[in-house]
């Protein structure tokens, strides 16, 4: 006894173990007294507590009535044929929700007596949910294909949004649908298309958004969806005009979907039904999508209408112009011309595309549109050229080239569009006329003449474009005799007006020179006025005559007589530099052959820095090339003998002449008792220029290093003269000469001169 009871324990585990994996209730019906007993989660699945006392009866009470006569015959064809049973259904528990279960189940029998059906119960709630969700979604995808297909052969965008209306108003079953583009600035929705029961209807209509609710316009700028389940019970609509609104259009529910682009209200897609409806996320979602397919299709479609209109247009124009039409792809390979490119080449029209505009125009113009094509292909820009292109008869004819790139909406570059006009006729025409132009233009310009006739009866000067230019006045200008002399210069006027009134007396020409500011930026020129005065044929006096712009003439004599002026000067400088070297030179030197040497070297280091002076028309010389002129034959890269470093500086004649003279003396030293009298010396110059109180102030050092071992002269010559007293007293420089063993150490610090002292190295 002990072990069955012990079996039946493990057994009744087994089983519950069994119930709860596979989420199982098992039941247990006593068919004499219909009372019902089950396991601790049949009474929780039917929403009932576990100490309820449950009947059969009870339990047919909470089967929905829709499936209550399916479950009888189940069960009742089960006892009849002796066969268990298996059915799904709804049960309605008492808190209000519906389950779905499957219930299976079995008689048990006492000879031909069924007494008891015992049976398991599962919530298949959650499963079955999901197979609908997945029917749906199937349906809802299976509705868009064919939306698809269907939008994607129409052409016609009242047609598309009448296509759609009507395909979701008959997948959502409501009453109305339809899709409108928003006029935004008036607050309503213009339908070309809406769906009603099945009828399309009510073309061209209008709606006020805000009639329908008063923040419909806001909460769909904002792409917010409009719901109304009952507009009876929206605390929205409680004003009557709004109620009324709904009344007309016979809607008890409404779902409207806004459409937004650049964040600007563009359309609505909206439905309504008659009675009230709770509208789903799936509806939302599904109209969301609608509308956006609806939108791009209408769109494309307009796109599709306005491009073969344009297409129409453009073939139309291009047919008609008197000029080579053209398209070229990103490849500059011809993909459309108009019927003149075919009779023009002489190729037919297959021939014609392609590169065979290449092949037309002159090698010559076509090695320039090579080049000139570069950054044309690679950045997509404008062209515009002028090139040669053969005719079907071997004859080239000048073109105007014109072409525009191509882009589509989204930015993406498709090529270049443009014309090809014949100028041919106006370009030989424009070349005579130019060679003319060029050679009266050079006339005028060489001789800066324009010429100029007096009306005795308005008392104007009528002026020439060139006689106007030379005034500074605008071409064509007429002006009066008191305004021209308004002009003259003070000291000019009584002259010219005394020789100009001589000649009008006397009938004789005039020719008069006097300066004049012009009108247009009062700069002060010379001008040469020739004039003469004759009889009209009804007897008046015509007073005619040239100008003539002298300014360059006048100020090349002034410029000329300047020179002059400065070569005496310089000249008269120069005699006393080489008269003082002549005395200096002689009064240091102990032979003959020593002042020879001196006075050579001297005069040839004053000669380099002339040379240097007169290429700059004697103004300034750079402080480099008076150090690269007296160093350079000693340079030598290989060993770094000569080194100088330093900024540009720009030296005035008279410091560049003692300065000249210095350097050459401390080459010359170098070179005969320093460091570049032996094989390994070096000599290192560097300078700078600071900030001055009132001039730059140079900072020079002459280092040698390498030579043989100095010590300091016993007696001072032209170069210790020149170096230490010329310097300091001539350009105020403070100059220090030091002799260590190792090598000589000059330095001079000095204002650069602004104004020229008269240099005298005797001072």
């Not at 499936?67 to 009742?76: G, K, T």
């Not at 009952?230 to 009324?244: G, H, L, M, S, Y």
């Not at 939108?295 to 307009?302: D, G, L, S």
């Not at 008069?512 to 700069?523: E, G, L, P, S, W």
Request: net charge negative; aromatic share 6%.
């Amino acid at each position: 006894m002990h072990e069955t009871e012990t079996a039946y324990r493990v057994a009744s585990g087994k089983l519950q173990m069994a119930l709860e994996i596979g989420k199982l209730s098992a039941w247990d019906r006593n068919l004499e007294t219909n009372v019902m007993v089950g396991t601790a989660t049949f009474k929780a699945s039917l929403g009932l507590p576990s100490d309820a006392e449950l009947t059969y009866d009870r339990l047919e009470n909470m089967f929905h009535p829709a499936d209550l006569e399916r479950v009888r015959q189940a069960i009742s064809f089960g006892l009849r044929t002796r066969t268990p049973f298996n059915i799904d259904h709804r049960i309605i528990r008492p808190d209000g929700r519906i389950i779905r279960v499957q219930v299976q189940g079995g008689a048990v029998f006492e000879g031909d007596k069924p007494i008891r059906i015992l049976g398991v119960v599962q919530d298949i709630t959650e499963r079955e949910k999901i197979k609908e969700e997945i029917h749906l979604a199937q349906k809802r995808q299976e509705f868009l294909l064919q939306l698809n297909d269907q939008l994607r052969s129409l052409a016609d965008p009242d047609a598309i949004m009448e296509a759609t209306a009507q395909s979701l108003g008959r997948f959502l079953k409501v009453d109305c649908a339809g899709y409108g583009e928003v006029d935004d600035t008036r607050g309503i929705i213009l339908v070309e298309r809406e769906w009603s029961k099945g009828v399309i209807g009510n073309e061209g209509r209008a709606y006020r958004l805000y009639d329908f609710l008063p923040t419909m316009m806001a909460e769909l700028r904002q792409g917010r969806p409009i719901y109304v389940e009952d507009i009876r019970n929206d605390p929205r609509a409680d004003k009557p005009e709004v109620q009324a609104a709904y009344s007309t259009i016979n809607a008890r529910s409404a779902l409207a979907v806004p459409l937004l682009k650049d964040e600007k209200l563009t359309a609505i897609l909206y439905m309504h039904s008659a009675e009230p409806r709770v509208w789903s996320t799936d509806d939302l979602a599904l109209a969301e999508d609608v509308a956006e397919r609806t939108w791009t299709a209408v769109e494309k479609a307009r796109a599709e209408i306005g491009l073969r209109e344009t297409d129409a247009r453009f073939r139309l124009i291009a047919e008609s112009l008197p000029a080579l039409v053209w398209i070229l792809n990103p490849r500059t390979e011809l993909i459309y011309t108009n019927e003149r490119w075919v009779t023009y080449s002489g190729l037919s029209p297959e021939e014609a595309l392609g590169h065979s505009w290449m092949t037309a125009i002159h090698p010559d113009d076509m090695a320039r549109m090579q080049d000139e094509l570069v950054p044309v292909v690679t950045q997509h820009t404008p062209y515009t050229t002028e090139a040669r292109y053969r005719s079907h008869e071997g004859v080239y004819r000048w073109h105007l080239i014109q072409g525009a790139p191509i882009h589509t909406p989204s930015g993406e570059f498709k090529g270049w569009v443009g014309t090809s006009v014949d100028i041919h006729d106006l370009k030989v025409t424009q070349d005579a006329l130019r060679k003319s132009e060029e050679q009266l233009r050079l006339a005028l310009q060489s001789a800066k003449m324009g010429d100029w006739i007096y009306d005795s009866a308005t008392q104007l000067i009528n002026l020439s474009d060139r006689a106007a230019e030379i005034l500074g006045l605008p071409g064509g200008a007429s002006i009066t005799g008191e305004q021209l002399q308004s002009r003259v210069h003070p000291a000019d006027l009584t002259r010219t007006s005394h020789v100009k009134q001589n000649a009008k007396a006397a009938r004789i020409p005039y020719n008069v020179q006097y300066r004049i500011r012009r009108f247009n930026d009062d700069a002060l020129v010379w001008i040469a006025s020739q004039g003469n005065t004759s009889h009209a044929q009804d007897g008046t006096l015509v007073t005619s005559g040239i100008v003539q712009d002298i300014t360059e003439s006048k100020q090349v004599e002034e410029r000329q007589q300047l020179l002059i002026r400065e070569l005496h000067h310089r000249v008269k400088n120069t005699l006393a530099t080489v008269q003082a070297i002549v005395g200096s030179t002689a009064r240091t030197a102990s032979s003959i052959d020593e002042f020879y040497q001196g006075f050579v070297g001297r005069i040839v280091s004053l000669a380099r820095t002339h040379n240097l002076l007169t290429e700059d028309l004697w103004q300034k010389a750079a402080l480099e090339d008076l150090i690269q002129t007296e160093l350079g034959p000693y340079a030598d890269e290989a060993r770094n003998r000569i080194v100088f470093d330093g900024p540009h500086v720009e030296l005035p004649s008279e410091a560049a002449v003692p300065i000249g003279m210095a350097i050459h003396e401390l080459t010359t030293n170098a070179a005969k008792h320093g460091a570049l009298s032996t094989f390994g010396g070096q000599v290192e110059v560097r300078w700078r220029v600071e900030p001055g109180e009132e001039r730059p102030i140079l900072h020079f050092a002459w280092t040698e290093h390498g030579g043989p071992r100095v010590s300091a002269p016993t007696r001072q010559g032209f170069g210790s003269r020149l170096l230490q007293r010329v310097l300091a007293t001539q350009l105020q420089a403070d100059v220090s000469m030091d002799f260590p063993e190792e090598g000589l150490r000059f330095t001079m610090t000095l204002p650069i001169p602004g104004a020229p002292p008269l240099f005298n190295p005797d001072q």
